[in-house]
């Protein structure tokens, strides 16, 4: 056994058992009819044994590598937010002619009632302010991570996460409007109907992953969800620092 692999040694000590099991039922029971019998009786189940235990272990498996490839995008999810995805934020949320409906409305994650926040983005239609001066901070912003992005969106894992996905298209997106356009200055209303547009866009997806990822983290890293819950860019009264009660 010395050339053997451990599967192999590990079946040939296995049927070993077997047959010395079965030659002690002999010897003790003196019924040799019976052992054949049920040994039969359990050969015609076989197959069906191996269909439940193959399906069983397959989809055990599938759900563990699933969670463990959830795992590794919410690291990828937490790294956007951390370089961009906040200041795109704070920088897209102060651009609304009124945020104070979008500040209370999302205020609600701090006693993590994501639900209620997730059902007020799906109804809230921004009104925004395509200021030039905004536009081209927005435009500074997108510009200085594009490569950051496009680095993110070489990641093949990132297919199993089609709404993560979505988000950095329509933030490349956004980014090669604003890039096309040399002067943010005197657009005509029609064509700033448009980047308003791809910004609210954006912006959704924006939040409703950043819902996601928040909850997330109150799951599983308590300790990185009381941070992110300190710099909330929806709280005004958000503060990293910790003071006591």
Known sequence: MVGLSWKMKLALVLIGSSAVLALFHV?????????????????????????????????????????ALLRKLNMVIGAFFGELGNSLMKTMGASPLDHSPLEKGLAVVREARYKE??????????????????????????????????GLLQNPNLFEHDTFTDLLWAVCHLTEEL?????????????????????????????????AYMRHLETHYPYMHSLSLRTNPFDPAANPVVFDN
Request: glycine share 4%; aromatic share 12%; net charge negative.
């Open 27 to 67: 010897l003790i029971f003196e019924d040799f009819h019976s052992l054949l019998f049920y040994l039969a009786l359990d050969v015609v189940f076989v197959p069906v044994q191996v269909l439940l235990v193959t399906v069983l272990i397959e989809r055990l498996m599938n759900e563990r590598e699933r969670q």
């Open 117 to 150: 926040a997730a059902e007020f983005i799906e109804g809230y239609r921004w009104n925004f302010d395509a200021h030039p001066l905004r536009l081209q901070e927005l435009k500074e912003l997108l510009l200085g991570k594009r490569i950051f992005v496009l």
């Open 179 to 211: 890039e096309a356009r040399e002067n943010l200055e005197g657009l005509p209303r029609s064509d700033l109907n448009h980047l308003e547009m791809d910004i609210q866009r954006a912006f959704g997806l924006l939040v409703r992953e950043w819902l």
